[in-house]
């Protein structure tokens, strides 16, 4: 019983475009939402969150949108750099368990130069 | 600024050992969290500590995990008997707040965990 999908394993992009990453949830009672991004041989870091009281929330390069009707949210890179290439991974909580992070799978994003 | 800081890094032992995991949170943060990421089940949360007392332990896989936080600045997650299954690499992560947006969870590098 996945609660955050990521249906996407991997993505590929040009270097200079953009990078939509997709992320599907079940649960309506999450409040949270947040993205990490993921380097070989180190743990994730915090890349940017959303409440689900907003439906977008933007950081410089990175905008987070969520749709709370379809329980989908998205990540939009732009534009797209080669350091970018990671493994992103969309996770989700709720209010009642804030400590609980629900993790999707991940997606690996190649950024090509 | 330190961050959280995991030992080893590397753990390689045969089955039936007992493996001990380290955690250093960062100074200050309040929540502490293990968790397991592997290729079937991805990154999953084990259990999660709250000014040192477990919160959520629904994680755990089964008594052969246990995990403790002696003090504010320390953690570990240990593993007895280890089998060949809990091969995986295990991440520690600290936070001032839970888990929402404002106070996010920073993670250690891991550690490579190898039962033969």
């Known amino acids: 019983d996945q609660q955050v999908k990521q249906n996407s394993p991997s993505l590929s992009v040009q270097e200079g475009r953009i990078s939509i990453l997709n992320c599907d949830y079940t649960?309506?009672?999450?409040?949270?939402f947040l993205w990490y991004k993921k380097y070989p041989a180190e743990g994730p870091t915090f890349l940017i969150s959303i409440s689900s009281i907003k439906d977008k929330n933007e950081d410089g390069r990175f905008t987070v949108f969520l749709n709370k009707s379809a329980k989908h949210l998205s990540l939009h890179i732009v534009p797209s750099q080669p350091g970018d290439s990671a493994v992103y991974f969309c996770a989700a909580s709720t209010r009642s368990n804030t400590g609980k992070l629900i993790f999707g799978q991940g997606t690996t994003l190649q950024v090509k130069p | 600024d330190a961050g959280v800081i995991q030992s080893p890094r590397h753990e390689v032992t045969e089955m039936g050992q007992e493996v001990t995991l380290r955690c250093k949170p960062i100074?200050?943060?309040?929540?502490l969290f293990w968790y397991r990421q592997t290729m079937m089940r991805g990154l999953e949360l084990l259990i999660y500590f709250n000014n040192n007392v477990p919160i959520d332990d629904s994680g755990m896989p089964e008594d052969r995990f246990s995990a403790k936080m002696p003090n504010a600045s320390f953690s570990t997650l240990k593993i007895q008997p280890s089998e060949p299954r809990d091969s995986a690499v295990y991440f520690c992560a600290s936070s001032l707040e839970g888990a929402n947006g404002n106070q996010p969870q920073h993670f250690g590098d891991g550690t490579r965990l190898s039962i033969l």
């Open positions: 100074s200050g943060h309040d929540y």
């Open positions: 649960n309506s009672m999450f409040d949270y």
